[in-house]
């Protein structure tokens, strides 16, 4: 079993930062993708970022050159550095990755969620 574990999420004023992490632990074998959705009340999970293991990164544009996604694959660690956030971005943050296992057979997961709330 693999099991994700965000963190970091909080309140912060508009103009401000924080840094989301999410650590993977379990039957890892290797990690493949790994990236940050959120979900904002009332609305449909979207993405936000991904990163792939060759650290190939793709974003939505609504945080294109405010957020940065990253990785630590020694410990199988994805994340997301926020800045110059805004109301817009409160959201419940999930972390993703596809993990292969020993059997060379990879599956999605998903973590609980870390709330983002950005407000004065």
């Known amino acids: 079993q693999v099991q994700l574990v965000e963190s970091g999420g909080g309140l912060v004023q508009p103009g401000g930062s924080l840094r989301l992490s999410c650590a993977a632990s379990g039957s890892i074998f290797s990690i493949n993708a790994m990236g940050w959705y959120r979900q904002a009340p009332g609305k449909e999970r979207e993405l936000v970022a991904t990163?792939?293991?060759?650290?190939?990164?793709n974003y939505a544009d609504s945080v294109k050159g405010r957020f940065t996604i990253s990785r630590d694959n020694g410990k199988n660690k994805v994340y997301m550095q926020m800045n110059s956030l805004k109301p817009e971005d409160t959201a419940v943050y999930y972390c993703?990755?596809?993990?292969?296992?020993?059997?060379?057979?990879?599956?999605?997961?998903w973590g609980k969620g870390t709330l983002v709330t950005v407000s004065s």
């Open positions: 990163i792939t293991s060759g650290d190939s990164t």
């Open positions: 993703n990755a596809e993990v292969v296992n020993a059997m060379k057979y990879g599956m999605y997961y």
